[in-house]
């Protein structure tokens, strides 16, 4: 018997397992990444918002059923409309313990205020959450009910005529532009640092009407201070059955979203975009988004990847046309 040969092969053998186990390892690593200390939970709005109020109940579910071994601690950057926010981001590249909870001004922002060097397509995306709404909204104080009622108010009181909303050249104003253009009108537009703000501004009769998320103003509204008028959406509202469409009043451009998105920084590693899609798909399987979704008519939607870049690119695109409107 070659005694050689044989310890020679099995010298061979144990080299290749232990080659196999470090490959093993580090891919079993890879795989289970998790972030080593808090997540920095960024909002490119106010804490009193729609997207305010969202991070804090991602938050929480997260926590709830833990989803992630690390806290997710939302913090506020709502300066320049979002600016402030899309800046940090860019300065985190790489980071893995840092992500943003996104709304359209992410795509306005940056066409707007283009001295920022901000290009979308760097950002890393994680998921697509929701789609959130629109309603056209006026204080209870007023005689205004319906569409109609509103248009002709708008057109007697003409410049002075006071419509608030977030930020500027962001979604509200894009909606408040859709409205003048539309029924030929001229309003006043006041921006506000979120939708909270907004809201607390209609119910407290210091602006005439508002196009805020339902989620905004909804308190107001249960509270007998504001009254919805018309929904940008195709089709009525669960959460407001009697409200009618803008769509079913004969107006078939009038359909507007808000992304609730989650990106991560530039050239964030594929482990960590990887595991935040992962906790935001439980989030999204989760009874208790699916109640709040449902609740607050938000739209469900949840893409990934190369899909949600896709539509970033698409609304860019969009946002980009609207904005060439106000502007004009």
Known sequence: MNWNFI????????????????????SYAAAQWQPRKPVEFVVMAGKGGGAGKLSRLFQAIIQKN?????????????????AEALVYMRQKRRD???????????FTT?????????DIETFSPIARMALDTFILWVNTDTTIMNLNDWVAAVKAKGKSWNMAGTGKFQEDQLLTNILEATFDLKMTYTPYKGGGTVA???AGNHTNSTVNNPAEQDSWHKAGKTRPLVAFTPERLGMYPDVPTFKELGYDGMTYYMQRSIIGPPQMPQEAVDYYIGVFRKVHE????????KKKSLF???????????????????HRVLLAKINK
């Open 286 to 293: 989760s009874a208790q988004w699916i109640a709040h979704a």
């Open 66 to 82: 833990n989803f992630s071994n690390q806290p997710f601690t939302p913090v506020y950057k709502s300066g320049g409309s979002g």
């Open 200 to 202: 607390k501004n209609l």
């Open 96 to 106: 893995s313990h840092t992500i943003l909870l996104t709304l359209n001004s992410f």
């Open 300 to 318: 469900r939607d949840f893409i990934t990847g190369q899909e949600l870049k896709s539509y970033f690119l698409s609304e860019r695109d969009k």
């Open 7 to 26: 310890k020679s092969r099995m010298l061979m053998r144990m080299a290749i397992l232990a080659v196999c186990a470090v490959f093993l390892g580090a």
């Open 110 to 118: 940056p066409l707007r205020q283009k001295n920022l060097g901000i």
